[in-house]
């Protein structure tokens, strides 16, 4: 199995995070259960080979578009494995689909019932024998030339600066305040966060500060879960613990115990 990982140009970076593959997950054979928690960042991904399964996500194509999700879900994986990920930034993705990402949350829906001319481009560029590097340079070449026809208005702005105070505050922050940063009336920004980001500002809020979490374990695994609670800003014990049973389905003691725990939105 292999990994590689790579950051976006200049140019794309307010909109694209990164890119990251993976090969040959399971070139031995032996079937595997891999838990998907939400990250707080969608993302365009391509199957290469064979496609996983799930009980609770419809997988039915190898190019899906990932909304925002704010519960878990297990892919069942029993054939060998090849990914090729686009990593959006929470606001960026909205540049290049032109669409409400609200319609999009928890939901894996096939880039070609959104864009058809797109995905037929990516998937027949992206999905030949080539390197990783090949593939990056494809997509930035792609998505540069989606975002020439696709120019960045003042919302964008708006909501790229309350995503970068939500960054900053690790999620602990008071949703009046960000409107005021947006100078809109609450009612305005909620409204106008939904379409951008997918889901509505409470939860995700919820979901950075648990990030934060996986974030701060990750750094500092010998912390207990009181310390890490407390360290994430958690009211409480029983407010993180209810966090993570809604956002993983696990209590955090479990999900560190049995799944990787590196937190996508601040890695």
């Not at 995070?17 to 090969?23: D, G, L, M, S, V």
């Not at 024998?129 to 702005?157: G, M």
């Not at 690790?170 to 947006?182: H, P, R, T, W, Y």
């Not at 701060?216 to 966090?243: C, G, W």
Request: charge should be neutral.
């Amino acid at each position: 199995m292999s990994f590689n990982l790579a950051y976006p140009s200049q140019k794309l970076k307010p909109y694209i995070k990164q890119y990251w593959a993976i090969e040959h997950v399971l070139k031995s054979g032996a079937a595997y259960l891999q838990r998907i928690v939400p990250s707080g960042l969608p993302e365009l991904i391509l199957y290469i080979d064979h496609k996983p399964k799930s009980e609770k996500r419809s997988i039915e194509a190898h190019l899906l578009l990932n909304g925002q999700h704010n519960d878990y879900y297990d892919l069942h994986i029993s054939e060998d494995l090849s990914i090729f990920s686009i990593l959006f930034q929470p606001q960026g993705v909205r540049q290049f689909f032109n669409l409400p990402f609200s319609e999009l949350t928890n939901r894996s829906v096939p880039l070609e019932f959104i864009n058809g001319a797109l995905s037929k481009e990516l998937q027949g560029k992206l999905s030949d024998n080539i390197s990783f590097n090949n593939r990056v340079l494809i997509a930035e070449d792609v998505f540069c030339q989606q975002l020439t026809a696709n120019k960045k208005d003042y919302d964008f702005n708006r909501i790229s600066h309350t995503v970068e105070v939500i960054r900053n505050t690790k999620g602990v922050v008071e949703i009046d305040f960000l409107s005021q940063q947006a100078c809109l009336s609450r009612k305005q920004f909620e409204r106008m966060f939904l379409g951008y980001i997918g889901i509505s500002p409470k939860q995700y809020l919820k979901i950075v500060r648990f990030q934060s979490a996986l974030h701060i374990n990750s750094q500092s695994n010998d912390l207990s879960m009181t310390q890490l609670a407390h360290e994430s800003v958690y009211y409480d014990q029983s407010h993180f613990i209810n966090d993570f049973k809604a956002l993983t389905g696990l209590t955090p003691k479990k999900f560190f115990a049995d799944c990787d725990s590196v937190s996508d939105f601040f890695g």
